[in-house]
């Protein structure tokens, strides 16, 4: 097993360590498994809180800052958090005007927020969840009933959290994040396995010379497998079934997204044909992220999420953002 680890029982608790020693500006409880921006609770704000299982890095805890998340709950490598983390991390970043939370559509994730919702009203904190579920691949897979959540998270949280900063109430800033998740389609191909620490192994088998089509983001299966196909082969394939679902009625943002081990290089090019798939269905790119966002550990291989926008959608993408992992405008 070649990774930059100690041992795996201990790989999120020094990654978090870690991210604490980089970023200053953000609260890291190691033992609690919660991380928050440091100015929290930031007073007449909804906060947003979102979180799941470690290795879809810079997802989440990379994305707490001004004008994305309030705080990220990190659970083990591909695990749903804990209620108690969640609970946690609401209390503390909650001002008032209540706590909004992202859900990635995964049973473990539904459940747990679920429950930690409910902890949270008890405790008088006034919470509204939204639930991500953009992956257009597969239906009920390994561990989803419905829709995985994928790389439309990025987009909800981005666009909900300059809502948030913009001083809207937690209704509207829920209703804006749902507006998003239902504009959002995602479809992901792999090109390898995943490796996760525990396994030291890949978790499934893919031959040389083929791909997975459809692939979720803990290497769960997709729709097909076939020999390897060009970069162009893949975007006509993947672009095509996220516009013939989505049906976009005007612009879009764009996010081609690097699955961990594929290379920035490959990446652009590879939107590159991305964008001519979009010109070609007389689609409109507003705005286009490339890079790793939404991760699967150490897998080759790419998704791409396309969220139809109106001049609203724009703007609070464009609004100012400050996190490890996403900044501009600041």
């Keep these: 097993m070649r990774m930059l680890i100690n041992v795996p029982e201990t790989v999120v608790a020094d990654a978090l360590r870690g991210i604490a020693a980089a970023h200053p500006d953000l609260t890291v409880d190691v033992d609690n498994r919660v991380v928050v921006r440091r100015d929290a609770p930031v007073a007449g704000k909804v906060a947003l809180v979102s979180g799941g299982g470690s290795g879809h890095e810079p997802l989440h805890a990379g994305f707490v800052g001004p004008g994305m998340l309030s705080a990220a709950c990190p659970g083990e490598v591909f695990t749903s958090p804990v209620p108690d983390q969640m609970v946690r991390a609401a209390a503390a970043v909650d001002s008032g005007e209540g706590v909004l939370f992202v859900v990635k559509n995964y049973t473990g994730d539904v459940l747990n927020f679920e429950m930690a919702a409910?902890?949270?009203?008890?405790?008088?904190?006034?919470?509204?969840?939204?639930?991500v579920d953009d992956d257009i691949a597969v239906t009920d897979?390994?561990?989803?009933?419905?829709?995985?959540?994928?790389g439309a998270t990025l987009f909800v949280e981005k666009i909900a959290g300059a809502a948030a900063d913009e001083g809207a109430p937690l209704d509207r800033v829920a209703a804006i994040a749902r507006r998003v998740n239902e504009s959002s389609r995602s479809f992901g191909v792999a090109l390898s396995s995943v490796t996760t620490p525990a396994k030291g192994?890949?978790?499934?088998?893919l031959p040389a010379g083929e791909l997975e089509?459809?692939?979720?983001?803990?290497?769960?299966?997709?729709?097909?497998?076939?020999?390897m196909m060009t970069s162009r082969e893949i975007a006509d394939f993947a672009v095509n079934a996220v516009l013939d679902d989505l049906r976009p009625r005007g612009p879009v943002l764009a996010?081609?997204?690097?699955?961990?081990?594929?290379p920035l290089l490959e990446l652009y090019g590879f939107n590159a044909e991305v964008q001519?798939?979009?010109?070609?269905?007389?689609?409109?790119?507003?705005?286009?992220?490339?890079?790793n966002y939404v991760t699967s550990l150490d897998m080759a291989g790419c998704s791409v999420t396309l969220c139809q926008v109106d001049e609203e959608l724009v703007?609070?993408?464009d609004a100012p953002v400050q996190?490890?992992?996403l900044r501009w405008g600041r």
């Design 323 to 325: 996190t490890p992992a």
């Design 315 to 317: 703007r609070l993408w």
């Design 201 to 205: 192994s890949p978790t499934f088998d």
């Design 141 to 150: 897979s390994l561990y989803t009933a419905g829709r995985r959540g994928t």
């Design 276 to 291: 001519r798939v979009l010109r070609e269905r007389g689609v409109v790119a507003a705005r286009t992220l490339v890079g």
């Design 255 to 262: 996010l081609v997204n690097g699955m961990g081990s594929t």
């Design 213 to 227: 089509l459809g692939v979720g983001i803990h290497g769960e299966p997709g729709r097909e497998r076939r020999a």
């Design 118 to 131: 409910e902890l949270a009203d008890e405790e008088g904190v006034r919470v509204a969840q939204v639930l």
